[in-house]
């Protein structure tokens, strides 16, 4: 296997990644410090965890009746503000659009 495909292979032991498990990284054993501080660079990066994506959430019918009944009232952006305080977590103008449409 081509060390460019290796590079796109993940662990599945779960075990930190060191330099010695990624063998496309050029060798460091003729003692090139450059060589040695990049690659660290390169275990360091791949070590970061991706973000997580946001939550999903649920929305009952009467909570979805009151936000169009608000949104035909009031507006797009004023029924977001409103009731991302009154939830606790923001809602998008898209989701508020989404009820709207239905």
Known sequence: MSANIRCWLVSTTGSPL???SLPFL???????ESTSSANGKVVHAMAKSK??????HHYDC???LKIVKYVSENGNKAAVRKFST???Y??????????KSK
Do not use: C, M, W
Request: proline content about 6%.
């Open 18 to 20: 060191s330099i010695s």
């Open 62 to 64: 009467p909570t979805r």
């Open 26 to 32: 050029p060798d460091t054993s003729d003692g090139d």
């Open 90 to 99: 923001k809602i998008s103008d898209a989701t508020v659009r989404n009820f």
């Open 51 to 56: 973000q997580k994506r946001g939550e999903y």
């Open 86 to 88: 009154h939830l606790g």
